[in-house]
């Protein structure tokens, strides 16, 4: 069953990635804004394919340009924010000689980078050039995945960026966690999370093959309030810490099962109007 799972998988993902790859290079080609949701329809796909289910909170900041800060966990992240955000992603410079996973990243006009300390600047100026034009970019400044257990420190370096403003505009920051919380419907366990979470010295094909034979995963992916460098008195190492306190306690909390039950708004809204429309009233 496990094998079936995992064959069925693959093979959909290579049927569904194949086609898109030559379409979406197109489109980048010429500069056509349709790439950003063609990619973003992609990665909603392959969660679906993936059995990855999303339970958001929060929104999006509205605000442009905006840097997007997250935990990273694993090559999943990049499928679950990419299903949920209109934009780039940063990584380190590594990745674009990947087979497959660096054409894709290409494809998605990630941003590569070189993450030693003596390039920072340089990292900033790539950073900035892709937030130009109000562009939107997902940065994880870990520098590395975890276990998903914890958030490790946020290197304060990539937060340079959000000391300058951008065409005029401060540059919004939002914090982001990402926790791998549910495995078919039950609790994620300590046992169970490195068949998702990719980390260490994992060998990536042993363990994506892993993953495709496993169940659903559920992913809680939390929004926070966003943040400008004046929120932090101008010091980027304080927005650093911000975010990375604001993620890690939004990690912790929803491994935890400490958040709030989603509300049905929306429905309590049409009861509501249904109640108006009968002539009922309060009692």
Known sequence: MIVTLAVVRLVLYVALTLP????????????????VGFAQGYHRLVCRIFGIRLDVRGRIARDKPLLIVANHTSYLDIEILGALVRGSFVAKAEVARWPLFGWLAKLQRTVFVDRRPSQAGKQKDAITRRLEGHGRLILFPEGTTSDGNRVLPFKRALFAVAQQEIEGKPLTVQPVSVAYAGFSNLPMDRDMRPTFAWYGDMDLLPH??????????????????????????GDRRRLAAMCEETVAQGVADALAGALPAKTRRRFASLRKLAGKKSGDKPA
């Open 20 to 35: 898109c790859m030559p379409i979406q290079a197109v489109l980048v080609a010429i500069g056509a804004r349709a790439s």
């Open 208 to 233: 994506a093959w892993r993953f495709l034979g496993a169940g659903t995963l559920t992913v809680i992916v939390q929004f926070h309030p966003a943040l400008t460098i004046a929120d932090a008195g």
